[in-house]
């Protein structure tokens, strides 16, 4: 962790009107040395949130993105508990450090995390770092490549504000696999990489729609226990479909923390992709429309790499927040809320 940045204060002291300092009272002991401070910009893609650090992350060392993430994990996880869970976060957020890449064609490099742990990649994520350092004047509209854990990530910002991201290659595992899920019955899906891991299925007998947000959470993390245990331990996103009004197809994405995606996930939607290539449904360069629960939509589109495929997934951000945690070591939440 970082050392605490210099007290702003220092000088308040010497302002007319007020005490000098030696006729001040005394600091309460430990004061300074037990406050430290991280600046984040937040912002919002398709309503889900994304919060990078600007300023007062740990500083994890050399190594390659997936050597560093573990490094966070190990050594540093109160710092991701302190930033996305409650009372600073919430469970949706999903946080951002930026580090430097081990490729230097790449622009930066990010480690996601969330409430519960880590992400390969992100999407929505993506596009939400991008926004945020075009609002800091670092980033130009261009074509800038990204490192992250799982491979590097090309991301288009546009000059109207939308971001296009290109993916890691992104591939079905398994296709039509049934898994008895107690409660809700069989359910039949696919199994896909698209940067996470997902089971996909639109065999769950769900209307999709905000007002149920209970229930699809609950059928979702039953679904995904079975798909766990029935053989397929890595899967830590589940994706539900059904019919959109616009788009081509509405999605429930529930993520490892047991909180649904407000966006249509991007690693979902290239997921998604890899299924619709493999079942011929969609052509390259066709143009997939996926909107979310809340309704916000991606658009996207594949080009075929051997047996696997590349997606692009195009999206836009928002900032909504600049902003100062305060991380005080005598609060007894100083490092989040614990979910364990
Ligand atoms: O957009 O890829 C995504 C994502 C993963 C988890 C939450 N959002």
């Known amino acids: 962790m970082n050392e605490p940045r210099p007290n702003r204060n220092a000088d308040r002291g010497k302002r ?12 309460p002991q430990g004061l300074v040395e037990t406050v430290r401070r991280i600046s984040v910009i937040d912002s919002h893609t398709g309503g889900e949130p994304t919060r990078v650090i600007t300023e007062g992350g740990p500083d994890l060392g050399t190594g390659s993105l997936a050597v560093r993430r ?26 951002a450090l930026l580090v430097p890449a081990v490729d230097s064609t790449c622009v930066t490099g990010v480690i996601f ?9 992100c999407g929505h994520g993506i596009i939400g770092v991008v ?23 090309t991301a288009v910002l546009h000059s109207d504000g939308r971001v296009s991201v290109t993916n890691v290659p992104s591939y079905r595992l398994e ?14 899906g696919d199994i ?14 769900q209307t999709l729609s905000l007002t149920r947000l209970d229930e699809l959470t609950e059928v979702a993390w039953r679904i995904r226990q079975a798909v766990n245990t029935q053989g397929f331990p890595q899967v830590d996103h589940i994706e539900l479909f059904g019919v959109a009004t616009e788009a081509n197809a509405k999605s429930f994405v529930l993520c490892p923390g047991k909180v649904y995606d407000r966006s249509p996930c991007g690693t979902g939607t290239s997921a998604k992709l890899a299924c619709l290539a493999a079942d011929a449904k969609l052509a390259p360069g066709d143009v997939w429309t996926q909107e979310s629960i809340t309704g916000s939509t991606f658009t996207a589109t594949y080009q075929r ?12 951000a928002f900032v909504c927040g600049e902003s100062v945690l305060v991380l005080d070591e005598r609060d007894p939440l100083c490092w989040g809320l614990s979910l364990e």
Not at 16 to 27: A, F, H, M, N, V
Not at 113 to 121: A, E, Q, S
Not at 196 to 203: I, M, Q
Not at 305 to 316: K, L
């Open 113 to 121: 995390f969330n409430n519960v742990g880590y992400l390969g990649m």
């Open 16 to 27: 007319e009107g007020s005490p000098l300092p030696e006729e001040r009272p005394p600091r």
């Open 131 to 153: 926004v945020t350092l075009a609002h800091q004047g670092t980033l130009d509209p261009g074509t800038h490549a990204i490192e992250t854990p799982v491979g590097i990530v």
């Open 192 to 205: 896909a990489w698209g940067g996470n891991w997902f089971f996909l299925t639109d065999d769950h007998r």
């Open 175 to 188: 296709k039509s696999r049934t898994f008895d899920v107690p409660a809700v019955g069989p359910v039949t």
């Open 305 to 316: 790499e051997g047996e696997q495929i590349v997606p692009t997934i195009t999206g836009r």
């Open 70 to 95: 573990q490094r966070f994990a190990d050594a540093f996880d109160r710092f991701r508990t302190a930033v996305v869970n409650e009372p600073r976060g919430s469970e949706a957020l999903v946080g």
